[in-house]
């Protein structure tokens, strides 16, 4: 259970990391 949930965290803060650094850069 708690793999699954770390790897969804994981998953869900790498694309909000990219998408907030892409607003960044434009």
Request: net charge positive.
């Amino acid at each position: 259970m708690k793999i699954l949930i770390m790897g969804a965290f994981g998953f869900l803060g790498s694309r909000l990391t990219s998408y907030f650094e892409s607003r960044h850069t434009v």
